[in-house]
């Protein structure tokens, strides 16, 4: 798992490999992985935004951009958290995603950016 904290935003990040929606002799291997938010700070802050940059190995990257996660800005207050699942299909067997969020700090009505922690994402035969 990796984690990072920043502005009193912590997040987390796990991965796992999909072999039941990858096709590994197309060079097509899904992962999913699992996102958790949680705000330590006093304010309640809302996600607006977020931007992916996903590395394949030796065939570039991809970028992703777009408002919130999952269809859903959401506003955590004092230590709430909140906990999403999604997915990445990579062209090669190695990858790497990083990238960032943006927030909303609704007392103060400022816009602040949060580093997602960079994870890797790796076909599990190779780990051997």
Same mark, same amino acid.
């Given at each position: ?11 987390? #990040? ?30 309640? #802050? ?16 991809? #970028? ?57 994402? #790796? ?6």
């Amino acid at each position: 798992m990796e984690q990072k904290i920043e502005q009193k935003i912590i997040i987390s #990040v796990s991965t796992w490999f999909r072999e039941d929606l990858s096709d590994v002799e197309n060079n097509n291997f899904f992962f999913n992985y699992k996102i958790n938010i949680q705000n330590t700070s006093n304010d309640r #802050v809302q996600l607006t935004h977020r931007y992916w940059k996903i590395e394949h190995l030796t065939l570039g990257s991809s #970028v992703v951009s777009g408002s919130g996660v999952i269809g859903e800005q959401p506003i955590l207050g004092k230590n709430e958290s909140f906990e999403y699942i999604s997915g990445c299909e990579l062209w090669n067997p190695y990858g790497r995603m990083s990238g960032f969020y943006t927030f909303l700090n609704i007392e103060t009505n400022e816009e602040f950016t949060i580093e997602i922690p960079s994870f890797k994402m #790796v076909y599990p035969p190779l780990l051997n």
